[in-house]
Nanobody, 123 residues
Framework: QVQLVESGGGLVQPGASLRLSCAVS????????MGWFRQAPGKEREFVTA????????KYTDSVKGRFTISRDNARNTVYLQMNALKPEDTAIYYC????????????????WGQGTQVTVSS
């Protein structure tokens, strides 16, 4: 069983920063890409960013470019999402996902998912 566990969410004011972590554990599993998605109340789950495990190629949705940074620590089987200059519209549950194949922005193409961590941006 492969497990993805997110951490680092919380309540912050607009303009603040948060760093989310996603730790992968369980049976041997080769993940070619890891992604972050988010789902706000009443909205569909949307792609935020993804990174290839080999090479570190990244992909971002336009609304977070320049503010969010995805990175990975392969030795620790952990992926991070550094979120700066947070806005109220970033409020959502953030999910980590793993995919055997390469980068993708489509949620249906990911094989494993975490339970999510809540990020709330409010004054």
């Amino acid at each position: 069983q492969v497990q993805l566990v997110e951490s680092g969410g919380g309540l912050v004011q607009p303009g603040a920063s948060l760093r989310l972590s996603c730790a992968v554990s369980g049976r041997t599993f080769f993940s070619a890409a890891m992604g972050w998605f988010r789902q706000a109340p009443g909205k569909e789950r949307e792609f935020v960013t993804a990174i290839s495990i080999i090479g570190g190629i990244t992909k971002y949705t336009d609304s977070v470019k320049g503010r969010f940074t995805i990175s990975r620590d392969n030795a620790r089987n952990t992926v991070y999402l550094q979120m700066n200059a947070l806005k109220p519209e970033d409020t959502a549950i953030y999910y980590c996902a793993a995919r055997r194949a390469g980068l993708s922005s489509l949620a249906d193409e990911y094989d494993y998912w975490g339970q999510g961590t809540q990020v709330t941006v409010s004054s």
